[in-house]
């Protein structure tokens, strides 16, 4: 934001501290009455015509500004995406724990990417791995939502599965 002597523009539509209007005035008449209450002249809408300034107290407001971004910031949610890898043919007792892995990632909150890589003539048989995935999704489906369905990138296939929100 412009401030003071930052402003460039000859005239300036003015806004007081107590937010009445003050009609168009020259830079120099908005900076004089801002000087005699002891604030600061800021440009608040720069590319309207003529420009809006308004006379606060600068500090304060950039103070109060801060304020909420870090409200803000404290009440935002980071969710992370947690991989778990599989194989076409993987066993039973290595799929559940897979399963108990991812299952506690989603109850923790995170998403989980469940992803499948192809290696060597395995990747002729796609439907083996979509099964694997299917099965996945299907276990979790008391604490998950299916975000994106099982597809291919390249050798690999995956899946998303995003926590069941409860609200």
Not at 60 to 85: G, P, S
Not at 91 to 118: C, M, P, W, Y
Not at 127 to 146: K, M
Request: net charge positive.
């Amino acid at each position: 934001m412009l401030v003071n002597d930052g402003i460039r523009a000859r005239e300036l539509r003015l806004v007081d501290h107590n937010g009445e209007q003050l009609g168009v005035k020259s830079r120099n008449e908005a900076l004089e009455i801002a000087a005699r209450v002891n604030l600061d002249l800021v440009l608040v809408a720069p590319n309207a015509k003529p420009p809006v300034a308004r006379i606060m107290d600068y500090g304060k407001f950039r103070f109060e500004q801060q304020k909420k971004d870090k409200e803000a910031r404290k009440n935002q949610k980071v969710i992370n995406v947690k991989e778990v890898r599989l194989s076409p043919t993987i066993d039973e007792h290595d799929f559940n724990t897979k399963l108990r892995n991812g299952r506690k990632f989603l109850e923790k909150g995170d998403k989980v990417k469940a992803s499948i890589r192809f290696r060597g003539r395995a990747i002729t048989h796609k439907e083996i791995g979509q099964r694997v995935l299917n099965r996945f999704a299907e276990e979790c489906n008391d604490v998950a939502t299916v975000e994106s369905v099982p597809k291919m990138d390249g050798r690999s296939m995956f899946l998303v599965l995003a926590p069941k929100n409860e609200k």
